[in-house]
C-alpha cells in the first residue's frame, strides 16, 4: 500500500507513525501514486491571515465580516465550533459567539498571501484553475518525471511550504476529476489531505448526500429533494432521459455526476469571462439593512478576486432572486473598468434601489463582467463622478495600511453603523 508522511514525505512507512520524524499524519491509499487532479483549499484562508499577522488571536475566535449590521464573510475554526457561518448576519454571529474579535477583511493583505500561494502551485505545474483567492484545481500529470517524485508528494510538498514560509495551511483533496477532487478537500479540514481513487468512487459516493455537488444551492437541493433525491443512490437511480427532462442541460451532468464521472479539464489557460459572488438565503428576508450588508460583503469579495487575477470590470451585475423564484437582472456598463470595492459597491447598490421596495429576497449576488487587465482602471477619472479617483486611490492606500500596520490603523465608518 502505497503512503506518506505528511510531514517529511517519508515513503517507506509500517504503522501509525512515521519512523523517521514520528508525525502520525499519514496517508495510505492503493492509487496514491497514479491520481493527478488535486483541488487545494485554504483552512479559513481570511481569519487565518489575521491570525498569522496577529499572534495575539491565535486562540481567540475570529470573525471576519462587517459592522453589527453586516454579515460573515468567514469564520475561523474556533468561531465555526460555535455555529458561525459565512454570510450569517453579524448580530446572529455574535449571539453564538459573544467573545469574539470582528474583523474587518484586509484585502490586500489576502490577495498577497494568495499570490504567493498561487506561485508556488505554478513552480508544480502549468495547470492550474483559480477558483477564489483561497482555492484551486491543479492537474499534476505528467509531473513526475519532472520533479523526481509523484504527484502525492509534491501537494504535500506543497502545503508543508505553505505554514514554513507563509504561516497558513491548506487541505488537499486528490482524485481522478475535479468533481471527486473538491469533495475530497473538504473531508478531513483542517490541515487534511483526503484520496478518493477509482476503484472506490461508486462506493464512496453511495450513501453521501447529493447537496455536496459544488453549485446546487437551496433551491437546487429543494427541486432534488423533490424529485426523491436525496442521495447519490437516489440519484444513481433515475434514468438520463429522465433526469434531462425534469432539470434541462443540468440533468445530464447530474447523470454523470452520480456515477462519479467529471471530464472537464483543469483549464488555467482560459480567458476568465465574469467574476461574481452570490449567496441564498435561509430564510427570505426584505431586509434594507441586511441586503445592503451583503452587497457590500460581495463586493469587496468580488473586488478582492479582481486584485489577485490582475483584473478589473466594464460591467457591474447585480443579481436577484424574489421569494417567488421569479430571477431579476440587473447591469450597469462603467465608463472605465474598476477593481475597487467601494466602486463596485456603489453600483451595484444604484442597481438595487431601482429594483421596486418590498419585495422579498431569497438570493443575492454581484459580480463583475466585461473583463480586462487591471492596467489603467479606477484611475482615469470620471467627469459625472469627481470623487471616484480620490476614492480608488484612498481604498487601494487603505488597503496597504491595514496589510501592513493592522486592521484597526483604519476604519471606514461603514464598519461602524
Not at 20 to 41: N, Y
Not at 319 to 340: C, E, F, P, V
Not at 383 to 399: F, M, S
Request: include cysteine; charged fraction near 30%.
Amino acid at each position: 500500500m502505497p503512503s506518506l508522511c505528511r510531514d517529511c514525505q517519508e515513503r517507506a512507512l509500517q504503522g501509525a507513525r512515521c519512523a523517521r520524524c514520528g508525525s502520525p499524519r499519514i496517508v495510505a491509499h492503493a492509487e496514491l501514486d497514479t491520481l493527478t487532479i488535486a483541488h487545494m483549499d485554504c483552512d479559513a484562508f481570511f481569519a487565518s491571515v489575521e491570525k498569522r499577522d496577529n499572534p495575539a488571536l491565535a486562540d481567540r475566535p475570529v470573525i471576519i465580516g462587517g459592522g453589527r449590521r453586516g454579515v460573515v464573510s468567514t469564520a475561523c475554526y474556533v468561531a465555526r465550533i460555535k455555529g458561525v457561518r459565512s454570510a450569517m448576519p453579524m448580530f446572529k454571529a455574535l449571539a453564538l459567539c459573544p467573545d469574539a474579535v470582528v474583523i474587518k477583511p484586509r484585502f490586500e493583505a489576502y490577495v498577497e498571501a494568495s499570490r504567493a500561494i498561487r506561485a508556488m502551485m505554478d513552480e508544480m505545474t502549468p495547470d492550474v484553475e483559480p477558483l477564489s483567492l483561497d482555492e484551486a484545481f491543479m492537474d499534476l500529470g505528467g509531473t513526475a518525471r519532472l520533479h523526481g517524485a509523484p504527484p502525492a508528494v509534491m501537494l504535500a510538498r506543497l502545503v508543508k511550504r505553505m505554514e514554513d514560509e507563509l504561516g497558513l495551511t491548506g487541505s488537499i483533496g486528490l482524485s481522478h476529476n475535479k468533481f471527486l477532487a473538491k469533495i475530497a478537500s473538504d473531508l478531513d479540514k483542517p490541515r487534511g489531505f483526503a484520496v478518493i481513487g477509482k476503484a472506490e468512487t461508486l462506493d464512496f459516493l453511495a450513501d453521501k448526500p447529493v447537496r455536496m455537488i459544488w453549485g446546487v444551492g437551496a433551491a437546487g437541493q429543494a427541486a432534488l429533494e423533490a424529485a426523491g433525491i436525496r442521495t447519490f443512490t437516489d440519484l444513481a437511480r433515475w434514468e438520463q432521459t429522465d433526469l434531462v427532462a425534469r432539470f434541462g442541460s443540468m440533468g445530464l451532468r447530474l447523470w454523470h455526476l452520480a456515477r462519479g464521472e467529471d471530464a472537464r479539464a483543469v483549464s488555467g489557460r482560459s480567458p476568465v469571462k465574469s467574476i461574481s459572488n452570490e449567496t441564498t438565503f435561509s430564510e427570505d428576508t426584505a431586509d434594507p439593512d441586511l441586503l445592503e450588508g451583503h452587497v457590500w460583503r460581495m463586493a469587496e469579495k468580488v473586488a478582492g478576486r479582481a486584485k489577485a487575477q490582475g483584473l478589473a470590470g466594464r460591467v457591474v451585475v447585480l443579481k436577484l432572486k424574489k421569494s417567488d423564484h421569479g430571477l431579476i437582472t440587473r447591469r450597469h456598463a462603467l465608463r472605465d473598468a474598476t477593481q475597487i470595492a467601494d466602486r463596485v459597491f456603489r453600483e451595484a447598490m444604484a442597481l438595487f434601489r431601482a429594483v421596486p421596495d418590498g419585495q422579498s429576497y431569497r438570493l443575492l449576488g454581484v459580480g463583475l463582467s466585461d473583463l480586462v487587465p487591471e492596467d489603467g482602471g479606477d484611475l482615469s477619472g470620471d467627469l459625472l463622478d469627481p470623487g471616484a479617483v480620490r476614492r480608488a486611490r484612498a481604498e487601494r492606500a487603505t488597503d496597504a495600511i491595514r496589510a501592513r500596520f493592522g486592521e484597526t490603523a483604519i476604519v471606514k465608518g461603514r464598519a461602524l453603523r
